[in-house]
């Protein structure tokens, strides 16, 4: 709440806030920094909890996919590398005319 928030001496900057998820105040420096400079608003934990539980659940969806179409999936691999096989490789530093 308003009262619970501290100045950090700058203006229009408190020193804490109150994370969205678990509800804890926090420093500032315990959320992470948006591209705009903005504080998010969860804090780093809860963030990274919430990613993980996302890798997590879509690890697990992609494991029951290719489970249900092995055949498919493993047809998928093959063709892609029969088709890196057969590209030629490209010399790096420019063509005959370098």
Do not use: W
């Not at 308003?2 to 926090?26: F, I, K, L």
């Not at 249900?68 to 096989?85: F, I, K, P, Q, S």
């Amino acid at each position: 709440m308003r009262h619970e928030r501290t100045n950090s001496g700058v203006p229009g900057q408190p020193a804490s806030r109150r994370c969205s998820a678990c509800r804890a105040v926090e420093q500032r420096e315990d959320f992470y920094t948006d591209r705009h400079g903005r504080r998010t608003s969860r804090c780093k934990d809860c963030h990274r909890g919430e990613t993980r539980a996302n890798n997590r659940r879509r690890t697990t969806a992609l494991r029951l996919l290719i489970a249900a179409h092995l055949a498919e999936y493993h047809a998928l691999l093959r063709d892609g590398h029969n088709t890196a096989a057969a590209q030629p490789e490209q010399a790096s530093g420019g063509g005959s005319d370098a």
